[in-house]
Nanobody
Framework: QVQLVESGGGRVQPGGSLRLSCAASGSIFSINEMGWYRRAPGENLDLVATITTSGNTNHADSAKGRFTISRDNARNTVYLQMNNLQPEDTAVYYC??????????????WGQGTQVTVSS
């Protein structure tokens, strides 16, 4: 069984910064793509950013220039540095990873979500 555990959410004022972390643990053989999605109240789940094992990144237009995704392959951890946060960034942020288990089963795993609230 594989778990993704997120941390780093919270409440900040507009213009502030937060750094989200997500660590994968369990019966992991390898991890391909990792990423972050978010769901604002009453909205759909939206892509924030993804990153491949080799470090190629893809950021949503709403994240470009403000958010940066990175990962530490040795620690099976993905990060999301969020700067200049705005009220419209308020959402539950979910970590995801494409996992290959020790039994060669491949699937997408999701974290439980971490709340980010941007408010003055």
């Amino acid at each position: 069984q594989v778990q993704l555990v997120e941390s780093g959410g919270g409440r900040v004022q507009p213009g502030g910064s937060l750094r989200l972390s997500c660590a994968a643990s369990g019966s992991i053989f390898s991890i391909n793509e990792m990423g972050w999605y978010r769901r604002a109240p009453g909205e759909n789940l939206d892509l924030v950013a993804t990153i491949t094992t080799s470090g190629n990144t893809n950021h949503a237009d709403s994240a470009k220039g403000r958010f940066t995704i990175s990962r530490d392959n040795a620690r099976n951890t993905v990060y999301l540095q969020m700067n200049n946060l705005q009220p419209e960034d308020t959402a539950v942020y979910y970590c995801t990873a494409r996992i290959k288990t020790l039994r060669a089963v491949e699937y997408r795993s999701w974290g439980q979500g971490t709340q980010v609230t941007v408010s003055s």
